[in-house]
């Protein structure tokens, strides 16, 4: 049985080398990971405000602003030395005018609720670190404007993935911490959303939640 085995050490990457090298393995392989990402997202066809959670070295970030060039981008990530690493790379690529990094974590209401409202809001390859997931997703949807979308975009754990050798280190335990699109029905079954949908797209799965104008929670 592919039970879920969440990851049992710290996912906050530290580290000015650690760092600068996750940056390098996504200039090479984000063309790849992303590109299926970069399409729904596109699709959704908004502009505004957005909201990342767990930018990481801020990668997707520039690819996503270069995506969307009337919007900006708060970005929320929880280690600090990821924000040094992404604020360079922002300048590098003119983007710092339009990109703010906070540091903190989805799960934090107070924090999340100070960040403002937005048009949309999404994540990439960070559902599965989440400690509480029902949680998280119940804070970013309050910050979420009427008639926005929140998009997660993850590994989907399949029995193929799952015993599948996986060259890099950490994937495998990322594929292993994923979810079912199952499972993840039944966390957002029971939270009173206007709306959602759960797509696969293999070896991924993306998840869309919608906010109707007339919601008035």
Do not use: C
Request: aromatic content about 12%; proline content about 4%.
């Amino acid at each position: 049985m592919f039970k879920r085995i969440p990851h049992t050490e710290s996912q906050v990457i530290t580290g000015k080398q650690t760092t600068e090298e996750y940056l390098e393995m996504q200039k090479r392989l984000g063309e790849f990971y992303l590109r299926k990402f970069l399409e729904i997202l596109d699709s959704q066809k908004k502009s505004g405000e957005f909201l990342e959670i767990g930018p990481g070295p801020g990668y997707q970030t520039a690819r996503v602003a270069e995506h969307n060039q009337e919007s900006r981008i708060q970005a929320l990530e929880p280690s600090s030395d990821m924000i040094v690493i992404a604020e360079s790379y922002m300048q590098q690529q003119q983007l710092g005018d339009r990109v703010k990094f906070t540091k903190g974590s989805v799960e934090d209401e107070s924090l999340v609720g100070h960040l403002g409202k937005f048009d949309l809001i999404y994540s990439t390859f960070s559902l599965h670190h989440w400690k509480d997931p029902i949680k998280a997703i119940q804070n970013l949807y309050r910050v979420l404007k009427d008639n926005g979308v929140i998009l997660i975009y993850d590994f989907d754990r399949h029995w193929i993935t799952y015993y599948l050798p996986v060259g890099r280190k950490g994937i495998t335990e990322s594929i292993r911490a994923s979810y079912t699109p199952k499972e993840i029905s039944s966390m957002i079954d029971g939270l009173e959303m206007d709306s959602f949908k759960i797509q696969r797209h293999f070896p991924y799965l993306f998840v869309t939640i919608t906010k109707g104008m007339s919601n008035e929670r």
